[in-house]
């Protein structure tokens, strides 16, 4: 990864290098570097669940 900006690079090694994930989804266990990928995750259980498999109850 290379960037002209100095503070889009600590983004990339917080949100991809660092072990730190201080964002949690407010619905599951899940934790996340960046709150882009958190609310992306939330998502998951906002969507409406019109699909069943029809081998399952």
Do not use: G, W
């Not at 991809?16 to 709150?35: I, R, W």
């Amino acid at each position: 990864y290379r960037s002209a900006d100095s503070s889009n690079l600590k983004t990339h090694v917080k949100t991809k290098h660092s072990k730190e994930m201080p964002f949690k989804c407010d619905s599951c266990l899940l934790t996340f570097s960046d709150t882009k990928e958190v609310q992306q995750h939330a998502l998951i259980h906002q969507e409406s669940k019109t699909h069943q498999c029809l081998h399952c109850d």
